[in-house]
Structures are given as C-alpha cells and as structure tokens.
C-alpha cells in the first residue's frame, strides 16, 4: 500500500502567475497542469486554485510544503491510502 497526501492551496484569484512560479520552483508545474484535478485551476486571467495528490516519499512535496508556510499560506493536507 502506497500512502499520498493531497495537498490543496489558493495564492488568490488573479496570484496565477505567482502559483505557477511557484510549482515550476518546487518542480511540480507539469504534474500540476496535467492533474484533473487542476482542469479549472486556470481559466483566462483568473486563478482558483492548485491540488496535488503527492507520495509522501516524493522530495517535491517537502519543497513545496516548506515554501508555502514561509509565504504563510495555510494549506490543509489529507493522507490517502
């Protein structure tokens, strides 16, 4: 069995290209784009959103994670199995 954790978070409606920036940084851009779950995320100039369902062993995530909190962003995650 195989432990992921989603990890959902919202830079604010027109903080796309910072979103971006930052999944590109953590080196998580495609995966972003590629997901289903990001189907809507972009839409013209308006952002809603990113969400990630990552291995916990995945180094990415740690990244991610810790550059969200200096950027005080407050991000829920959720274990799945």
């Not at 830079?11 to 940084?25: F, N, S, T």
């Not at 995966?31 to 308006?46: E, F, K, T, V």
């Not at 809603?48 to 995945?58: A, N």
């Amino acid at each position: 069995m195989k432990d992921f954790l989603f990890v959902p978070f919202f830079l604010g409606h027109h903080a796309g290209r910072e979103a971006r920036a930052l999944l590109a940084d953590c080196g998580l851009l495609e995966d972003a784009i590629s997901s289903p779950l990001n189907r809507h995320a972009w839409q013209n100039d308006i952002h809603f959103g990113v969400s990630l369902r990552l291995p916990l062993q995945d180094d990415r995530l740690n990244s991610l994670l810790e550059r969200l909190r200096i950027d005080g962003v407050k991000v829920y995650t959720r274990l799945d199995r």
